[in-house]
Structure formats: C-alpha cells, structure tokens
C-alpha cells in the first residue's frame, strides 16, 4: 500500500474518532447539568484545559462562557479540534483515496461533513436541547461510519491501519476525560469524596458510554474503581489497556511480524514498550505518582507512538531521492 492512502486512511480514522470525543467531552457539561445542586455554577474552562485547547481558545474569546466553549468545540473553524474542523479533514482525506475505501464510507464522511457544516450557520441561537441533540447525532454518526467501516473493507493494510488511528486517538480522548475531573474546581475542599464530588465521576463514566458496563462490575462509583476501569481495564472498549492491545494487534499485521518474534521497527517498539507499561500498571501506582501527573505523561508516550508510526509507514523517501541523499554523502 502506498504511504500516501495508509496515512490517508489512518488520519481519516483518527479525525472521526476526534469528532466523535468531542462531542462526548461537550456532554460532561451536560450530563452535570441536569444534575448539579442549584447553588454550583457550570464550568466549562475544563474542558478547554483538558484537551489543550484553551491558548487557541484564549486568542479569540475573552471569557470561557457556556456559549464560546460550545461554539469553539464544536463549529469554530480556527480551532483545529472542533469538530467540523476534524470532520473537514476527515472528508479531505477521504476524498483523496476515494479508489482505496468503499463507496458507502466516502458518501457517509460527506454527508456527515454538510450536516455539520450546514448546522453551524443556526447553532448560536439553539437552546441546549437542540446542543444535546447534536451531539447525541455525532456520537452515533461516528458509530456507523465504523459500522460501515466493518462491514464495506477487506481485513487488508487499509482496515489495519484506519483501526490503528482510531484506538490510538480513543486511548488518548479517554485519559482526557479523566484529566476533565482533575481540571473541575469543587465549591469548598470538603467537597472532595462528597456525592458532589461522586456527581462529577460519574458524569466522566456517562460521557465514554462506560456508566452500565461500570456498574456491572463494581459495586460502588469511587474514583479508584473508575480509573481502574477507564484505564486498565482489558475487556471494555473504550478504555485504555484495550485500544493499546488492539491497536499493538494492528500494528504487527501490517508488517506481518509475529507478535511473539519481538518488533521489527520503531512503530513496533514504542507501541508494545507503552502496552507492557499500561499491562504491568496497578491503579495503586497511579495514585501513587498522581493520576494527572500519569496521565499527562500516557499522552506525551502516546504523541510519541504516533511520530514513530510517521516515521516508519508515512514519512517515506522515494528511493531515487534515498539513492541521490547517499551518493552526496558517499562524495
């Protein structure tokens, strides 16, 4: 496969996979709304803070109010993470492989992407019911669009490469969501272990669609059990072990290397070194180091995986310009 239409395909994914948590970032707001005392304001800086947004964000508004935040997220051009933003680049890189992916999957991105974009003219007057039913729309579009995925595209490079963006940006939102808990102030210290303070976990487990999956397995909503299963949990899709093993899975079949042979290039490393440190992790050493403090650092691992996947699959020479580059040298 030529580098061009994987980096194509792997981006498209990851772009989808950025709308889709956006929009999921958004509903922690409002999942808290519906059920916050009266006397506690809504905050929506954290949501800026947490996905690194908030210095674009600070170039363009004066202050993090629930309409800026909503509209910066969700349609403001100049954000590069809204998500038309992302759903831009994902129809961009759609159309530039059309003859590699699957009718069904370029007319869906393009559908998606004049929805959105249509709806950005009116979405300053909506009322947050018509907000929450957007984005109730995005996160199930994002669902299809891998429905269409599965069932459209050959289990080749091409499929490989697009779940391998997808899970690496899935692992990468979901460490995000836990960081919004970090970046939320309680009215009073106090209110630390409160139900308040439960309130606000718990709203974090609604927003990645885990609260049913969550309850079934622990008996009550603490932070400890929550961290344990958004991120070392092996069986829930969203959380972080699982899209690390998954996406580790994809790699080693795109080079077609046995995973028990070892890696055969720095994608390969950096990708297992970062599963086998997640897989030997115990939430006990997560608070022991402090969970912003490990989660800070998963993400600058992560943003690591992904330049060596660059450089292994994407950031190819041409081999008359490799073999020039050596008969200079060679000189």
Not at 90 to 100: G, Q, V
Request: net charge negative; charged share 25%.
């Amino acid at each position: 496969m030529l580098s061009r239409v994987a980096n194509s395909i792997y981006w498209m994914n990851r772009y989808i996979e950025r709308a889709d948590n956006y929009a999921r970032f958004i509903s922690v707001n409002f999942n808290l709304a519906l059920d916050l005392p009266p006397n506690v304001p809504e905050q929506w800086k954290p949501l800026i803070i947490a996905t690194a947004d908030n210095y674009i964000f600070e170039q363009y508004y004066d202050a993090p109010t629930r309409e800026n935040v909503l509209y910066f997220m969700a349609f403001d051009v100049r954000n590069p993470n809204s998500i038309l933003s992302c759903l831009l680049e994902a129809r961009e890189n759609a159309r530039t492989i059309r003859e590699s992916i699957s009718r069904e999957m370029w007319e869906y991105v393009n559908q998606i992407y004049w929805t959105v974009k249509d709806a950005a003219a009116e979405s300053k007057s909506w009322e947050l019911a018509r907000y929450q039913g957007f984005l109730e729309n995005i996160k199930t579009g994002s669902q299809l669009f891998y429905g269409i995925v599965d069932s459209t595209i050959t289990r080749g490079e091409g499929w490989h490469f697009g779940r391998l963006g997808r899970l690496l940006e899935r692992a990468d939102k979901t460490t995000r969501f836990l960081d919004v808990k970090y970046f939320t102030l309680l009215p009073e210290i106090d209110a630390v272990g409160s139900p308040l303070d439960l309130l606000l976990w718990s709203a974090v487990l609604k927003s990645v669609s885990a609260y049913n999956m969550f309850r079934q397995q622990y008996q009550i909503v603490n932070p400890t059990a929550i961290t344990d299963f958004l991120l070392l949990d092996k069986k829930f899709p969203r959380s972080v072990m699982h899209c690390i093993r998954q996406a580790e899975l994809s790699l080693y079949e795109i080079s077609g290397t046995a995973i028990t042979n070892s890696y055969s290039n720095p994608a390969e490393k950096a990708l297992s070194k970062l599963r086998s440190e997640v897989e030997f992790t115990e939430v006990k050493d997560i608070f022991k180091i402090g969970l912003h403090q490990y989660l800070d650092e998963f993400q600058q691992k992560n943003n690591g995986v992904g330049a060596a996947i660059f450089k292994t699959y994407f950031d190819l020479k041409p081999v008359i310009e490799e073999e020039s580059m050596n008969l200079v040298v060679n000189q």
